[in-house]
Structure formats: C-alpha cells, structure tokens
C-alpha cells in the first residue's frame, strides 16, 4: 500500500468511496453536484484552504481509502475530513496509515488539537476515532442537508502532554481505550482493586458505571493525552456522606505500563488536586498498598500516611499486602 497525494485527477475515486460508504446507511443521500461539488476538483479545494489530501493506494493502484486535513479557525486547530475507507479494506490497518499521515502533516503545521464531525450513524467510525484517542466534545450538530444529518463532534489534543477533564459524553467515548489501560495495568501488577486475568468485559462494564457516575456529578474523571493518545486517567470522587462535604477522594490512578515514567501520574494528580479546591474540597485522602511504587511519588509530593491495615489486600498469588491511607490538605 501507498500512501499519496491526492489530485484534481482522482475525482472518480473520491466520489466511489464516499459514495459506497454513504449507501451502507439508509437515508443517506448521496448527490455530489448538489451538496459535494468540491468533489470534482478536492487536491485545490483543500489546498485553497491551507490543508492537504491523501489517498491509499493498493497493490493494483486502485485507493483503498482518503483522508483530508485542514486548518479550523485561529486556535492552532486543525480538522479531519472526508475520511473514508473501502469495506473491503477495513480493519487491515490503511485508515491507521491515513490518519497518522494527516496527524503527522498537522503536526508539523503547528497544529495543538484535531477535530473531527462524524455522522451519528457511522457507529464503526466512532470506534475507530475512540481507538485513536478522540473523545466527544460539545453538542450534535444538526445538517440542512439532504439526509437531514446529525453529527457528532470529536476533538483531541495533539502534542505533548495534555491532562482534561471529561464530561458525561466525553467519558463515554473514551470506554474502550480507557478499558485497555485499566487492563493493562491490571496485568502490570498495579494497586488497584482487581486482579489478572481481567475480562475485557469486566473492565469495560467498569468504566460504564464510571462514566454514570461521572453525568450524575458523584464523580471527575480526568484522562491524560500524550502525543495524540489517551495514556492514562485519574478519578475524583465527589460523592461524600454530609459530615465530609469538604473532601474528596483520589481514585484510580492509571498509567499505560507503555507509557510509564513520562511524569504523566504527577500530571494527573495535580490537575486533581486543582479540580478538587476549585470545588472547594479542603482534604484529599487515597488507598494504596505498602511498597507500591507509586507510594514514594506520592509522599514526594507531599501526601502524608494517616494509617496502614495489615493484609488488606491480595494479589494476584494469593500473598497479602498492608493497606496504607494518605492524605493531603488543600488551602481553602
């Protein structure tokens, strides 16, 4: 497979793969002169707009797929656009290709975060912008189209290392990446309250009741993008008995193992602790286990051990570990 320019010259196969998949759904209305005329001359079309296209070429010169890039207003944004992929194709890795070509462009142009619309019934298009670290951000946006569309926006940071809070829908949409990191960590021995192996069913019902959680306000979740992926998450939990108002808890605490020593819990936990006094919470308290190696982070950080419990946890050999309690006070 070849990943190219697109041209003026390819109009004939912009328009078969966004015809094709358009009439995989029903009551999409496919008419290029009336709504896509731009179709006819793309390669200009985004070039006059400062982005780019690309195609992915097969073995036999016939695309497999497109994706286009351009800048979106003057906040160092770009957008993803007219990304499609033939049925055939799919799951053969050609829409990664695609969209680490167009990350990769708007990266080098100084782009901060990507944006992307897609319709809402494009449900395996979801998945796959989910599986790349796009969360949903702000509301469905309605189309005076022919199909009468409505569309869901998503959105990412791009570079660096960037640390969010996510919304009810945002949290949604991060399931199943977040899903792959609690298991993960799980595998990788981590202080949390589950043991290997971890169902992937498991892990995803858990971030279910999170993400529940999270529209009810009981609690924050928090997720940390590097380079463009979501690589780990942190909770705070909200919901505290009337005589406790004034606290909250951390919770969960997750760093990929990929991804680890890059600063990012340090990152996670901070922008908690900022999340909390905004709120107006003055005592942060969290569980761990004795000899974790998160326990030095967190007293380097000034968290403070308000009292262990011997054997209060088991690991995945049956061995016991103390639980240790620490806690922090907030100004306020």
Do not use: N
Not at 215 to 234: F, H, K, M, N, P
Not at 252 to 260: D, K, T
Not at 261 to 286: K, M, N, P, V, Y
């Amino acid at each position: 497979m070849i990943i190219r320019a697109g041209l003026d010259a390819d109009t004939a196969h912009y328009i078969r793969l966004i015809g094709d998949a358009w009439a995989e759904f029903p009551g999409v209305v496919f008419d290029v002169d009336a709504e896509l005329p731009e179709l006819r001359h793309l390669a200009s079309w985004f070039e006059g707009q400062g982005g780019r296209v690309w195609l992915a070429d097969g073995p036999d010169g016939v695309p497999l797929g497109m994706v286009g890039v351009r800048p979106h207003g003057s906040d160092q944004a770009w957008e993803i656009c007219r990304m499609y992929v033939d049925k055939a194709a799919r799951g053969t890795g050609v829409a990664h290709r695609l969209l680490d070509q167009a990350e990769a462009h708007a990266r080098e142009q100084g782009a901060e975060r990507l944006i992307l619309w897609t319709d809402t019934r494009f449900m395996g298009a979801h998945k796959f912008y989910e599986k790349r670290g796009f969360v949903r951000q702000g509301a469905i946006r309605i189309l005076d189209d022919l199909s009468k569309s409505l569309e869901f926006r998503y959105a990412k940071p791009l570079s660096g290392l960037v640390v969010d809070i996510l919304d009810a829908a945002a949290a949604t949409s991060a399931e199943l990446r977040l899903a792959e990191i609690l298991t993960a960590c799980v595998e990788d021995g981590a202080a949390i309250p589950f043991l290997p192996p971890m169902p992937k069913h498991e892990a995803q019902a858990y971030w279910r009741r999170t993400s529940s959680e999270v529209a009810a306000g009981d609690r924050i979740l928090l997720a940390a993008w590097y380079e463009g992926q979501i690589t780990g998450a942190v909770q705070l939990r909200l919901a505290m008995p009337p005589s406790q108002q004034h606290r909250a808890e951390i919770e969960m605490l997750l760093v990929h193992p990929q991804a680890q020593r890059l600063g990012i819990g340090r990152h996670l936990l901070g922008r908690a602790e900022q999340s909390a006094e905004r709120l107006g919470r003055r005592l942060l308290t969290l569980q761990t286990r004795t000899g974790d190696k998160a326990e030095a982070a967190y007293r380097a950080l000034g968290w403070v051990e308000g009292g262990r419990i011997p054997g209060y946890a088991l690991d995945a050999a049956g061995g016991s570990h103390d639980g240790l309690f620490l806690y922090r006070q907030l100004p306020g």
